[in-house]
């Protein structure tokens, strides 16, 4: 596992803590930024075809 997060986060090194800490920064960024896509999209495919509240 760790040759792929090394493969998919840049600067990210196994096992020491810079590298801990930069990969947990990365990743949070990209769900921040998967968040900032997926959001968007959901919303208005909801007010699309989403059910009449009542």
Do not use: D
């Not at 986060?9 to 998967?34: D, H, I, N, Q, R």
Request: proline share 4%; net charge neutral.
């Amino acid at each position: 596992m760790h040759e792929f997060l090394e493969m998919i986060l840049p600067a990210f090194k196994w096992l020491t803590w810079g590298g801990f800490l930069l990969g947990l920064a990365e990743s949070f960024l990209y769900g921040v930024y998967a968040g900032l896509v997926y959001v968007p999209i959901y919303n208005f495919l909801q007010r699309c075809w989403g059910s009449v509240r009542t």
